[in-house]
């Protein structure tokens, strides 16, 4: 089946730490997202690409980095600059244009910073 | 820059009620329209979508929505919740023809049976 696979499901960090989060979809989808989602306060958009080799920040991509190598992967990494880590993060495809598409979601990454 | 309110935070509600759920916006050109629904333990799915059209969509489950332009809003109704209906709720708000979409802080409802 067709999807997006996040991992890990659950991730404990330290403080101090980078931490890298999986994102691989096989829907063939050229735009991808990382999404933050806290009690709340919904989902705030972190960084998005549309194409391979290009990516950029979304409205909250202060201590976060990605990369987008293939088509179908988009890691996300969240470095020990983020003042906040403990969230949330979901990870979304979509064929092109977020504002014209329909997102599938990942599953989602719980992080938390011990 | 754009802007999604969603004022209802917690719903509780009894089985057979009906619902409404408030969504306004905050632009003033063409916009696409979405609600989402995150069931407990499930990914985030779609629950129905307005494009261009008629203003009144129906979505899976018995949902439904209106767009009245006029009053930037896109609110979701169901004459009759489930207990299986809990869960939250997000409104979203695409500009036409952008790469982003935009989240309200979402609605989460809980049905007794």
């Known amino acids: 089946d067709g999807g997006i696979t996040q991992s890990p499901k659950y991730l404990f960090r330290k403080e101090g730490q980078n931490v890298t989060l999986s994102c691989e979809q096989n829907?063939?989808?050229?735009?991808m997202y990382w999404y933050r989602q806290d009690p709340g306060q919904g989902l705030r958009l972190i960084y998005y690409s549309q194409i391979v080799n290009d990516f950029q920040k979304g409205d909250i991509a202060e201590g976060y980095s990605v990369s987008r190598e293939k088509k179908e992967s988009f890691p996300l990494t969240v470095t020990s600059a983020q003042k906040n880590p403990t969230a949330f993060y979901l990870c979304a495809s979509s064929p092109f244009l977020a504002g014209a598409n329909v997102l599938t979601f990942g599953a989602g990454s719980r992080l938390t910073v011990l | 820059a754009q802007s999604v309110s969603q004022h209802n935070h917690h719903v509780i509600l009894s089985e057979a009620a009906s619902l409404e759920l408030g969504c306004n916006y905050s632009?003033?050109?063409?916009?696409?329209l979405f609600w989402y629904v995150q069931y407990p333990g499930q990914h985030l799915q779609l629950l129905l979508k307005?494009?261009?059209?008629?203003?009144l969509v129906k979505g899976i489950k018995g949902f439904e929505a209106e767009f009245i332009k006029s009053k930037f809003s896109f609110n979701l109704r169901k004459p009759s919740v489930q207990w299986s209906d809990t869960a939250e709720y997000f409104c979203?708000?695409?500009?036409?023809?952008?790469?982003?979409?935009?989240f309200g802080t979402g609605t989460r409802l809980q049905v007794f049976p």
């Open positions: 632009y003033g050109g063409t916009v696409n």
């Open positions: 307005y494009f261009s059209g008629d203003p």
């Open positions: 979203a708000v695409g500009a036409y023809n952008t790469d982003k979409l935009i």
């Open positions: 829907l063939n989808h050229d735009a």
